[in-house]
């Protein structure tokens, strides 16, 4: 079936560490997103990608970094700059973006907590 | 700027009531979208509706309906009937011409058997 794949569920990381949370979609999407949950706070978006080799920074990416070297694939990286990392992460594509309202669909999530 | 509100942090309600999640938006422009997400325990959030500003038909789906009222700025969300199953937070999003998708902060959902 098509849809996103998040990996891993659980992620914990220790002072100082850069971690790398993965967002595989084979729904041949060009627009892939990630986006940040706290406990009753709506999504925050952190970046996004309407191309290979493109992205863009959203409304809170200090700390965080991504690429896109593939259509199916946006890595995160959640580096030691990002104070405050614990959060549920979303990784989300569309069929496109830019002018486009097209519904998002979304992955399972990764719960990231500091050791 | 665009904003959403969902004013209703949480609500419970007993299996076979209908109960309405409030959604209210502001927005500066007169071509947008408003969505509504589901979000289960499992953490994926489920797209459950998209409605542009130019049309204003309130629409049913099964158990659910959406009342859209450009006139309060409301997009407002009735379950009837509600199960078990449908305990989740809920949210609603707005987009808006050359931005981004922004979500309100969700309401939570429990339905109690």
């Known amino acids: 079936d098509g849809g996103i794949t998040q990996s891993p569920k659980y992620l914990f990381r220790k002072e100082g560490q850069n971690v790398t949370l993965s967002c595989e979609q084979n729904l041949n999407h060009d627009a892939m997103y990630w986006y940040r949950q706290d406990p009753g706070q709506g999504l925050r978006l952190i970046y996004y990608?309407?191309?290979?080799?493109?992205?863009q920074k959203g409304d809170i990416a200090e700390g965080y970094s991504v690429s896109r070297e593939k259509k199916e694939s946006f890595p995160l990286t959640v580096t030691s700059a990002q104070k405050n990392p614990t959060a549920f992460y979303l990784c989300?594509?569309?069929?496109?973006?830019?002018?486009?309202?097209?519904?998002?669909?979304f992955g399972d999530g990764t719960r990231l907590s500091i050791l | 700027a665009q904003k959403v509100t969902q004013a209703q942090t949480e609500i419970s309600v007993v299996e076979k009531e209908d109960v309405t999640l409030d959604c209210v938006y502001e927005t500066r422009d007169t071509t947008y979208y408003l969505f509504w997400y589901k979000q289960p325990p499992s953490g994926e959030l489920v797209f459950l509706i998209r409605?542009?500003?130019?049309?204003?038909q309130n629409e049913i789906s099964g158990r659910y309906s959406w009342n859209f009222q450009k006139s309060t700025s409301s997009f407002n969300f009735t379950i009837t009937a509600s199960q078990v199953v449908d305990s989740a937070v809920y949210f609603c999003?707005?987009?808006?011409?050359?931005?981004?998708?922004?979500f309100g902060a969700g309401t939570i959902l429990r339905v109690k058997s």
């Open positions: 989300a594509s569309s069929i496109e973006s830019g002018d486009s309202n097209q519904p998002q669909h």
């Open positions: 990608s309407q191309i290979v080799n493109d992205f």
């Open positions: 999003a707005l987009w808006e011409y050359g931005n981004k998708l922004v």
């Open positions: 409605r542009n500003s130019f049309d204003e």
